[in-house]
């Protein structure tokens, strides 16, 4: 079952932008094996999630559990949660002190408080899979496999854009969190998935649009659940993943580590583009033998990686499976 222990706290912490945390505490869960007797499985949350993956409210719980594809019977389960994301008590004011690479040498930071060499996999999902990303640049020997999910490498020019709007409203807006994540919801999913989802209907109650009450209800219920300064920190990550960044090129950042990297790409994602992960993937093959590309097959947008679980099992089978079997 899955337990969350005291945090870890990682003590004078620099990042990179040169801001000084002489304390930070790096809250966590696991769930699965107990630690050191199974193989480890780092699961990096997206924006509004957090360390909680498994159980009644694990937000990826369709994946990860008993007899599931990252099976808790065979596995350890570890997630942290990103500091200041809301879920403890502890809040970042000054968003802008922090990277998605300082994140990435927060959770390696964790890794070794908890005397861990090696995991099996990091598997992450938008901007988890980012940090996922960023951690493999750093360390290029600490994991086995690499699964980014419905995200880069890189934040794109179009991703610095969303998130410099989603700045602005969470800057300006008399709503701020219920305004950012109306706009934030057209970006995770799609003009087909709504067109599926709504065909132009109205509520009959309130005389507006099916689409206008679903996203009201999704900016109030992010609103009622969810902290401004957490919104802001996340959002600021999202915006600055790029392991090049102040570093080496791809190819020589990339070329160090022997981790097989499974890109899984959503065909109709409009944050991370199916086009960006398949260019990703073809620099990755001119150098790098053991890379994979997959796409999920959706009309949901960017949120098909929380929605389509059948085909996410699918992908992931021959990595979380087999090895099982040949254990």
């Not at 304390?23 to 499985?41: D, N």
């Not at 915006?239 to 570093?247: Q, Y």
Request: charged letters at 20%; glycine letters at 4%.
């Amino acid at each position: 079952m899955e337990n969350i222990p005291n945090p870890i706290i990682i003590q004078d912490f620099i990042t990179e932008s040169g801001a000084i945390f002489s304390s930070l505490p790096l809250s966590f869960t696991l769930s699965g094996l107990p630690l050191h007797t199974a193989p480890i499985v780092l699961v990096n949350h997206a924006l509004t999630g957090n360390a909680q993956v498994t159980g009644e409210n694990g937000w990826w719980n369709d994946l990860i559990g008993e007899d599931k594809t990252i099976d808790t019977n065979k596995y350890t389960v570890l997630t942290f949660n990103v500091p200041g994301n809301g879920a403890d008590s502890f809040v970042i004011e000054n968003y802008q002190d922090f990277t998605a690479r300082d994140i990435a040498r927060i959770f390696i930071k964790g890794l070794k408080a908890l005397n861990i060499e090696q995991v099996f996999a990091i598997i992450g999902g938008s901007v988890g899979g980012g940090i996922a990303w960023e951690i493999l640049a750093l360390e290029p020997n600490i994991t086995e496999h690499l699964i980014p999910i419905a995200t880069d490498w890189k934040s794109t020019d179009w991703m610095i854009a969303n998130c410099y709007l989603q700045e602005q409203i969470l800057n300006n807006s008399s709503r701020p969190v219920e305004d950012a994540r109306i706009h934030a919801m057209l970006c995770y999913r799609s003009p087909e998935s709504f067109k599926e989802k709504f065909k132009r209907t109205l509520h009959s109650d309130l005389s507006i649009f099916n689409i206008e009450s679903w996203l009201a209800h999704h900016g109030n219920k992010l609103q009622k659940r969810y902290q401004l300064s957490s919104y802001k920190l996340m959002n600021q990550l999202l915006k600055t993943i790029d392991i090049t960044r102040n570093s080496e090129d791809f190819e020589t950042l990339l070329s160090k580590s022997n981790a097989a990297i499974h890109i899984v790409a959503i065909n109709s994602d409009l944050f991370f583009t199916p086009q960006e992960n398949l260019e990703t993937y073809n620099e990755l093959k001119k150098f790098k033998e053991n890379v994979s590309y997959s796409e999920i097959d959706s009309v949901h947008g960017h949120d098909a990686f929380l929605i389509e679980y059948k085909q996410l099992d699918h992908l992931l089978a021959d990595i979380f499976k087999a090895e099982t079997i040949a254990k």
